[in-house]
């Protein structure tokens, strides 16, 4: 673990001080950037990496954000009924554009621009989640609750069944 946070994961670690959080970003040596890495990493299991993944609306250009357990695969049929128009899922440019992180370090919360978000059921039944904390060597411990309210996210069933 790295003692001082890179210039994103110390902007977000200030962004959770800000909303009363009190969990710390941790900087890894190891690379957080998918669900597998950042559990091994992290010592968790990848059923406890709340992944951040951004999809848009075709016609709009709306930015969305699914907050899913890091062995689910997004169901984009649900999605599209969630959000009621064709979705595509977001690539690296747009991204970060609308979060101002990279892929591999999107964090739930604190993007350029609020986003609509919506979070997979399965990660409440942890009593804490690991999601990425503004790059990809860069996480942060939180109970799902305070996860959901944070990103003023929707629990929602959005797993692939």
């Not at 001080?17 to 957080?32: A, D, H, P, Q």
């Not at 062995?71 to 064709?86: A, F, I, Q, Y």
């Amino acid at each position: 673990m790295n003692q001082q946070l890179s210039a994103k994961a110390a902007n977000f670690q200030d962004f959770l001080s800000s909303r009363g959080i009190e969990e710390k970003v941790v900087e890894l040596s190891e690379s957080t950037r998918t669900a597998a890495e950042a559990a091994a990493a992290i010592g968790c299991e990848v059923e406890e990496i709340a992944k951040s993944i951004v999809f848009y609306v075709k016609d709009t250009l709306r930015p969305i954000l699914v907050i899913a357990s890091g062995t689910n695969r997004v169901d984009e049929k649900k999605l599209k009924k969630l959000v009621g128009g064709k979705l595509k899922r977001a690539d690296a440019d747009f991204v970060r554009e609308v979060t101002g992180f990279v892929i591999g370090g999107v964090p739930p919360a604190g993007h350029i621009e609020p986003l609509q978000t919506f979070m997979d059921l399965d990660l409440l039944q942890f009593s804490q989640v690991w999601a990425a904390a503004g790059s990809p060597y860069a996480v942060f411990p939180i109970k799902p609750q305070v996860l959901l309210e944070l990103c003023t996210a929707e629990a929602v069933d959005i797993k692939v069944n």
